[in-house]
């Protein structure tokens, strides 16, 4: 579980007359599926547009492994994750994050109460996939997801039936 580190020192940039601004800081809430999030990670490096390491995203994560199994949990075979998923999202909260990305599909049934509990923007990448299948798919009509019984149960949690 996370514990009480201190803060990183807030990320800052040079503006055009030399005064320092404070830059977002992206918080990931990781480790459920370790390679996920590195992979998360990876990807959100190779697509920032940046000339050179200063260009990039402050980043804080937070990489926990121990969060109960979220499908288990879905399908009422295991306990909550919301308890662990809610703790790093407040130790990333007071890491100063301005925002939190979760690289665990499975997680997302969970992308409200996280919010709530920290009132910090949890980004939903459910619905960012499906904004971008509308852009990309004019006039269609149906789509087809593959999923796990976990996150068909998270669908449905999502959709409060």
Same mark, same amino acid.
Not at 100 to 121: D, K, R
């Given at each position: 579980?996370?514990?009480?580190?201190?803060?990183?020192?807030?990320?800052?940039?040079?503006?055009?007359?030399?005064?320092?601004?404070?830059?977002?800081?992206?918080?990931?809430?990781?480790?459920?599926?370790?390679?996920?999030?590195?992979?998360?990670?990876?990807?959100?490096?190779?697509?920032?547009?940046?000339?050179?390491?200063?260009? %990039?995203? #402050?980043?804080?994560?937070?990489?926990? #492994?121990?969060?109960?199994?979220?499908?288990? +949990?879905?399908?009422?075979?295991? #306990?909550?994750?919301?308890? +662990?998923?809610?703790?790093? +999202?407040?130790?990333?909260?007071?890491?100063?994050?301005?925002?939190?990305?979760?690289?665990?599909?499975?997680? %997302?049934?969970?992308?409200?109460?996280?919010?709530?509990?920290?009132?910090?923007?949890?980004?939903?990448?459910?619905?960012?996939?499906?904004?971008?299948?509308?852009?990309?798919?004019?006039?269609?009509?149906?789509?087809?997801?593959?999923?796990?019984?976990? %996150?068909? +149960?998270?669908?449905?949690?999502?959709?409060?039936?």
């Amino acid at each position: 579980m996370p514990g009480s580190l201190p803060a990183p020192p807030p990320a800052a940039v040079r503006g055009d007359r030399g005064v320092r601004r404070r830059r977002p800081t992206l918080g990931i809430l990781g480790g459920m599926g370790p390679l996920a999030t590195a992979d998360f990670y990876r990807r959100l490096v190779e697509r920032t547009p940046a000339a050179g390491d200063q260009g %990039h995203l #402050p980043v804080v994560m937070c990489a926990d #492994p121990g969060v109960p199994d979220r499908t288990a +949990a879905l399908l009422g075979k295991g #306990p909550s994750p919301v308890p +662990a998923l809610v703790e790093g +999202a407040r130790w990333l909260q007071r890491a100063g994050v301005s925002c939190i990305a979760v690289p665990c599909n499975t997680a %997302h049934a969970y992308v409200q109460q996280l919010s709530g509990a920290t009132g910090v923007e949890v980004l939903d990448m459910i619905e960012a996939a499906l904004r971008a299948a509308v852009e990309r798919a004019a006039g269609v009509e149906r789509v087809g997801i593959l999923s796990t019984q976990g %996150h068909a +149960a998270g669908a449905a949690l999502r959709a409060g039936r």
